[in-house]
């Protein structure tokens, strides 16, 4: 309770401190910033932290943190001058607002605080592997951080988030477990202000329907004084910004708590429901679930049937593995589809999950580029490129910090920050070649500097990822994409509908069809192409993978040509949301300016931006989507998992923003008979994509009653489990620095644990891992087989030698040595000296 107090008031503080500096920054969103002031907070506080620790102009200690906070403290002093009234003004006239947010924050913050204190367990998957780096970042003294598992090797991850982490856990004084859980539910807390904040700038820029009438009326007059116009559009700005605060709410509410269709379908087979009992043999079959072929799902359920509760063993995990891949022989390949909430209910703090708050702080700043918030422009060597110099550099710092916490974020944040500006350049002065131009002075520059702002990180970074390769053989099914995505696309859907049958937008169909298809070609002609590329460049490898399918080069293109045609609806479905979503985003924008006044556009066309704003997010979304259905990144995985992992999961992020806008506006726009309608779609899909959160912490804390009660550390899970060991890691806490061996085993296992707990640096940990992160088992050269010798050898000149060549300074042996080796513990006890043993596990130093 008091690490959570600690951190609450520290993250508010924060934002109330940052706030001045967000309030500068993003004039054009109504908010002015303050819902994503602590998610910009810890931005620029830990790049300023890890940046001077990189340079050496600060240590990774208290110092170095607090030296760090007055920088930004600086920077937000500094944007006060000339603007304390400005500031105090709006916060006075935004009290709803305010407290909405601090109430939303402190609300989300908590109840994932407590799910995760009824379920702290950081063993299993690759929760060890987040803890690892959060220990080894707290025990460096300096940056770039150790590797916990590669002795001798700084660690080559996007490691931003746990720098974060690590960072708040030393000021706050709490271990790696705790602050692990705690970063998690901070993670959730600022997901849900941040996206709550993106929906409340849309809708509060929306025209209030209570105001229509008399704005039509002025029209219909003919009066176009300013003085009219601008009390309008003042009485329809208070008025807007009141009646968003509540349905803004819908955003947190589909992007951190709302889940697929999997929960619904485990009820369903659990039920018994479409299952027909044969009355000769008495065994169980059904053509739906075997149609629907989703694993586990299409064994018949244990008896007797039942709806709730949910029993299946990790029925709740099965929700993430959605999407169904066979080669051509028919062997399952195993996808991974995670959404946010899983993510949380397993606990899990990868940059995936930490790079969540900074995501929708990149969408906000595409949103005030879009809404012309940062009017100016900068000479680039004779080159004019028209966004203020403070808009360049805070997009900047954002696109560089996503690379930093999750690299594959950069990719979305970058393409939607330059097509945000691109349209409010087209807005400015049409569409015409010098958006070309646009396009090449932004996109160039900005990746530029914003890989130099990070490029301590980049000069020691390695990726297991090696170019594009063609996607021939694995179509997601329509079925399947309505499963994982059912929850979102229906809203979506109905907001795309009214846009064509209730606003009535002059829609570009043309358009619209011709740049769908044009994408749709483009990756076509792709995947060919990278597919013949590869036949040339790695010819011996494409005859081993053919030869594997047992086809030739064209049985396997006609034979995956015609897979492709029997899973049509997959392609159907994405087009079916692209081609409106183009034409809508490219359809005129009318004038709603009154003639001969400099006035700022009216609440008409602010709708018609806010609008566009999210059809530009859903377009995105839609690419996420449809791109590993042609090609996907190459990784030592061989397929499309991690691409489809990745994508879907920013995809995810787009489509909920989109989704809770849509369903927010018909909520206030549609007309009686069509509101009841809506409202009951929309309650049975917010039921529906509930069920998943209800049932899964149920299942996941034990109807919240663990067993050894309420608690953040999992390192008393560890102690309980193994105290000997736990003891042992205790006393490395607060001893010397050196590394230190232990017994080598593969991933998502306890092997590994000494450096994970400690953080200090052992050989090797977990190898698979560590070959994903440097490109290669190359590094690790024969760390396993030497280990494994140094505790299995009768003869202390190899083991000295081994301990030599890898500056060994403590050797563990505990439960896992000594059940995994048979270790011969007689070399060491004659030559080192024991400086820790309590039971069958002891550690010696060597000198």
Do not use: C
């Not at 006060?80 to 009290?95: A, Q, T, Y």
């Not at 989300?108 to 970042?137: C, D, K, Q, W, Y």
């Not at 002609?525 to 040339?536: E, H, R």
């Amino acid at each position: 309770m008091t690490s959570f107090l600690v951190w609450y008031f520290l993250l508010t503080l924060l934002g109330w401190l940052t706030f001045p500096l967000t309030f500068t920054l993003f004039p054009a969103l109504t908010d002015r910033g303050y819902t994503l002031a602590r998610a910009a907070g810890l931005l620029v506080w830990a790049y300023v932290f890890w940046l001077f620790a990189s340079l050496g102009i600060s240590q990774n200690d208290l110092g170095g943190i607090l030296l760090a906070l007055a920088v930004l403290i600086a920077l937000s002093g500094f944007s006060i001058v000339n603007r304390k009234s400005e500031i105090v003004n709006f916060l006075r006239s935004n009290i709803p607002l305010l407290l909405t947010t601090e109430l939303l924050f402190l609300a989300a913050f908590a109840f994932m605080a407590f799910v995760r204190s009824a379920n702290p367990e950081l063993n299993g998957t690759e929760r060890p592997m987040e803890l690892a780096f959060i220990n080894g970042i707290l025990r460096s003294p300096t940056f770039p951080p150790q590797d916990p598992w590669l002795s001798g090797y700084a660690i080559s991850y996007y490691y931003f988030g746990y720098v974060m982490t690590a960072m708040l856990a030393k000021l706050s004084g709490v271990n790696g477990s705790t602050a692990h859980n705690l970063m998690t539910a901070l993670i959730f807390g600022l997901g849900a202000i941040g996206s709550y904040g993106i929906l409340y700038n849309l809708l509060a820029s929306t025209r209030n329907t209570q105001n229509v009438k008399r704005e039509t009326q002025i029209e219909n007059r003919g009066l176009d004084t300013a003085e009219e116009r601008r009390l309008l559009d003042h009485q329809s700005s208070i008025a807007n910004r009141k009646s968003s605060i509540a349905p803004s709410l819908l955003a947190p509410l589909f992007l951190l708590l709302i889940s697929n269709f999997g929960a619904l379908l485990e009820i369903l087979h659990q039920s018994g429901m479409f299952w027909q009992k044969d009355p000769v043999t008495g065994t169980y079959s059904s053509r739906f679930w075997m149609w629907l072929d989703m694993r586990e799902l299409s064994q018949p359920p244990t008896q007797p049937f039942h709806w709730i509760p949910l029993e299946r063993y990790l029925w709740w995990w099965r929700s993430s593995r959605v999407i169904q891949d066979y080669d051509m022989l028919g062997s399952h390949r195993e996808v991974i589809d995670e959404f946010p909430f899983f993510s949380f209910l397993l606990g899990d703090l990868h940059p995936h999950v930490l790079a969540i708050p900074f995501g929708l702080l990149a969408v906000s700043v595409a949103l005030n580029l879009f809404l012309g918030g940062w009017r100016g422009e900068i000479n680039l060597f004779g080159a004019r490129l028209n966004i203020a110099p403070q808009g360049f550099l805070t997009s900047a710092l954002v696109l560089g910090g996503l690379a930093f916490l999750n690299t594959w974020d950069i990719l979305v944040a970058a393409a939607l920050i330059v097509s945000a500006f691109i349209f409010y350049r087209a807005r400015e002065d049409g569409w015409n070649w010098s958006r070309l131009e646009d396009l090449i002075l932004l996109a160039l520059p900005l990746g530029l500097f914003s890989l130099l702002l990070y490029f301590p990180f980049h000069l020691g970074f390695s990726s297991q990822a090696g170019g594009i390769l063609p996607n021939f053989m694995y179509p997601t099914r329509g079925a399947h994409l309505w499963v994982m995505w059912g929850t979102l696309f229906i809203p979506i859907f109905a907001f795309l509908i009214y846009l064509w049958h209730g606003e009535k937008i002059p829609a570009n169909w043309k358009l619209g069809i011709l740049l769908s298809l044009a994408i749709t070609f483009s990756l076509s002609l792709l995947t060919l192409l990278t597919g013949w590329l590869g036949s040339i460049i790695e010819k011996p490898f494409v005859e081993m993978f053919l030869a594997s399918q047992n086809m030739t080069a064209p049985q396997y293109l006609a034979a995956t040509s015609l897979r492709r045609l029997s899973h049509i609806g997959g392609p159907l479905t994405l087009l079916a949301l692209l081609v409106p979503a183009l034409a809508f985003l490219f359809s005129k924008l009318p004038n709603y300016q009154l003639p001969n006044t400099n006035y700022e556009p009216n609440a008409k066309r602010n709708t018609e931006l806010a609008t566009r704003f999210s059809l530009l997010l859903l377009t995105l979304g839609i690419l996420l989507v449809l791109a590993p259905e042609f090609v996907y990144l190459r990784d030592q995985f061989g397929y499309r998992i991690n691409t489809v992992f990745k994508f879907y999961y920013q995809a995810w992020i787009l489509f909920s923003l989109v989704a809770s806008f849509g369903a927010a506006t018909l909520l206030q726009k549609l007309d009686f008979k069509a509101n009841i309608a809506f409202r009951i779609v929309i309650g049975l899909v917010i039921f529906v994509g509930l069920l998943y959160p209800a049932f899964g912490l149920l299942t996941k804390t034990n109807n919240f009653k663990p067993t050894f009660g309420f608690n953040l550390n999992d390192f008393d899970r560890f102690q309980r489990e193994n105290p000997d060991d736990a003891a042992a890691i205790q006393f490395l806490l607060t001893a010397p620095d050196g590394i230190v061996a232990e017994a080598i085993g593969d991933g998502y296992s306890a092997y590994g644990r000494v450096s994970m707990y400690t953080g200090l640096q052992t050989v090797l940990g977990w190898p698979w891992h560590e070959a994903q992160w440097r490109g290669g088992f190359e590094p690790q050269g024969a760390r396993r087989e030497d280990i494994t010798r140094l505790y299995t050898t009768a003869r202390w000149d190899e083991a000295q030698g081994i301990i030599q060549q890898y500056n060994i300074r403590y050797i563990f042996i505990g439960a896992i040595e000594r059940v995994s080796m048979r270790v011969n513990e007689e070399k060491f006890k004659l030559f080192l000296k024991p400086v820790f043993q309590q039971g069958n596990t002891i550690i010696y130093e060597a000198p």
